[in-house]
């Protein structure tokens, strides 16, 4: 796969692979809802079931089910990851807790409007604001693009 056209003009890139575990840990989390459609992280997948509450994995594979897999989420934690990169250097994954800590301080609308998906179809936030309020008028045309995804 080309990743960087050497005939171009431009500045070389640099890109840097590295893991965190607020990262891994949602990761894990999407694996886990489905477990056969990463056939190499199956048989952990089948383990680390065994080894959870009936309960937990029904709300695991509620979350998978209902929010892309859990990609939204992994959305926001990845952007948590990349500013640790950024602002800790060589060991961004190091501090779990602070991770988590930045997880748990996004209000409550940003969460929402990011858990939900609403960005990647170009949903206002005013659209999000007027559900919060009164969510027995949200219209099925204003939820149309998102449920085809979720």
């Known amino acids: ?48 079931i065994s080894h959870i509450g009936k309960t937990l994995r029904s709300e695991i594979v509620y979350f998978a089910t209902n929010y892309s897999q859990w990609l939204f989420i992994m959305d926001i934690v990845t952007g948590i990851a990349c500013d640790n990169w950024k602002n800790e250097g060589d060991d961004p994954g190091s501090d779990i807790k602070g991770s988590i800590r930045k997880f748990s301080e996004i209000n409550d609308f940003d969460f929402a409007y990011m858990f939900l998906g609403l960005s990647a179809f170009h949903i206002e936030r005013a659209v999000l604001e007027k559900w919060v309020a009164d969510p027995d008028r949200i219209s099925t045309a204003e939820l149309a693009p998102v449920t085809v995804f979720i």
Do not use: R, T
């Open 1 to 48: 796969m080309l990743i960087i056209n050497p005939e171009a003009q431009e500045p070389k890139q640099s890109i840097y692979f590295h893991s965190d575990p607020l990262v891994e840990l949602v990761a894990s989390l999407h694996v886990i809802g489905d477990p056969e459609h990463h056939e190499h992280c199956e048989s952990w997948a089948i383990k680390a």
